[in-house]
């Protein structure tokens, strides 16, 4: 039998454009440490006298991401550096180190349960994005700064960009 293709077939055409290069920025920070973190944000939306089976929305969702740490060596300006008489030794004022926004790898994250009401269920058939996750991302990125800030990681970026400058200016 001779094989015809299906008229009816689904294909895929994609017309994106080039990536465009909009700015190339020279760094001057040194990412001295970088912490892993996961959060399991547990959200739920309700209205009050109505039951979730009815109205409502609970959602777990675990994200995991990364937050590091940084010194900016473009605020060392000439006093910060004294260098001895003999050139043997020298004392560097390093500027503190500082956190970045946290960063959550989609690849990792992910929706673990989500349970919606009826009437919830209904409305989304006429929503364009009837399960938003935009929410969630931002709960789990403030809860990960949050425990970033209490980790030690500052204090570990200082002692690694002491360390890096010790190391490298003994040879």
Request: glycine share 6%.
């Amino acid at each position: 039998w001779p094989s015809l293709p299906n008229p009816f077939a689904s294909r895929e055409v994609d017309r994106s454009q080039p990536v465009l290069l909009k700015a190339i920025v020279d760094l001057k920070v040194y990412k001295a440490a970088s912490g892993n973190f996961q959060v399991l944000v547990d959200l739920e939306q309700s209205a009050r006298g109505i039951p979730l089976l009815l109205k409502g929305e609970r959602t777990l969702f675990v994200a995991a991401g990364t937050v590091d740490a940084e010194v900016d060596f473009s605020t060392i300006d000439r006093g910060a550096i004294e260098v001895s008489a003999d050139g043997r030794s020298a004392r560097i004022t390093l500027p503190r180190a500082h956190l970045t926004r946290a960063h959550i790898d989609p690849d990792r994250s992910y929706v673990f349960s989500r349970k919606r009401g009826l009437l919830d269920r209904l409305g989304s058939v006429l929503s364009d994005n009837p399960t938003s996750e935009r929410q969630l991302y931002q709960l789990a990125e403030d809860r990960l700064e949050a425990a970033a800030t209490q980790s030690g990681l500052v204090e570990r970026a200082e002692q690694n960009t002491r360390a890096m400058l010790q190391s490298m200016l003994r040879s």
